[in-house]
Each structure stands twice: as C-alpha cells, then as structure tokens.
C-alpha cells in the first residue's frame, strides 16, 4: 500500500478529531466504488460515504457527501447551495479543483476548498467512513467532526 499521509489526513490530524485509516485494495474495475470499499473493508455500506464534485449554476463547484448505496438529489443540493440547477462534475476539473483522483476525492484538504454538503442521514451515525484523498484509503470519524473541519452544511441530499 502507498503512504498514508494525503492532505485530507493531515487536515483531520492538524484538527485534533478522533480518526481512524483504513486501507483497501482499490479496483478500478469495480461498477460501485463505494459499495466496493465498503465490502473491501468488512463495513455496513450505510457508513459509507462517497464524495461527488457537482458544477452549480450559475458557474461553482460544490462538494456533495452521500451514503455509498444512494443517488444524488441533484435538485436538492441545487436547492441547498442557493443555485439555479446542478449537475455532476467533469470529472477533470473535479481532479484540478480539489488536487485528488476521482475515486480518491476526499471532503477534507482540498486542494481548493469548496462548499459541502454532507446527506442528513451522516447525522444519525456515531461515525461515518470518508475518501481519505487517495484511491483505496478511507477516514472513519465522527460526522460532527467532518463537518466542522469541512465547514459543510448538513442536509437531505441523496435518494435511495
């Protein structure tokens, strides 16, 4: 496995939370990234989130965080960041924009930080697993704690 050190551990580490590293064996193959590492990891796929770039109009990114099993509400994370529509990312830009790989893309150490938005459903769990900015290793940690350290806004956000 590669280093465990990316900028989203170090911003969690430079905050002080209680956090933990996971690593798997990332497949760039698999159809559902985020239903692989769960399985990958031995983990209830309802405490993992996966991390979406949006492009908001008029002309912004936004950071969406999701249970890995559901579909982004994209009218509902339009309507939270005060945009007229939003729609996914080019996946190109997302990996300029925050300094991370799709599929490694993490809410926190962004290499431009951008408004998150973190699914209400995170609010119920005593921790949730995120990307922790490199393909294959994830942060668990309190969802409070993501949130502060990524300034995010918690609302309803995902379907399924």
Not at 92 to 101: M, N, S, V
Not at 121 to 139: E, Y
Request: charged share 20%; aromatic share 4%.
């Amino acid at each position: 496995m590669a280093a465990k050190v990316t900028p989203a551990v170090n911003a969690a580490k430079a905050a002080g939370v209680a956090f933990r590293v996971m690593e798997y064996e990332y497949d760039p193959s698999a159809d559902a990234i985020g239903l692989h590492a769960a399985a990958a990891l031995g983990l209830d796929p309802a405490i993992v989130y996966k991390t979406l770039i949006v492009q908001l109009e008029p002309k912004a990114l936004a950071c969406a965080v999701i249970p890995v099993a559901a579909k982004l509400d994209l009218k509902a994370i339009a309507a939270a960041a005060k945009a007229k529509k939003a729609d996914l990312a080019d996946p190109a830009l997302a990996e300029k924009t925050t300094g991370y790989l799709v599929g490694g893309i993490s809410p926190l150490g962004q290499k431009k930080t951008l408004p998150t938005f973190i699914d209400a459903s995170a609010g119920a769990l005593p921790d949730m697993v995120v990307n922790g900015g490199r393909r294959g290793l994830q942060l668990m940690l309190a969802p409070a704690d993501l949130a502060r350290l990524a300034k995010a806004t918690v609302c309803p956000i995902a379907v399924g």
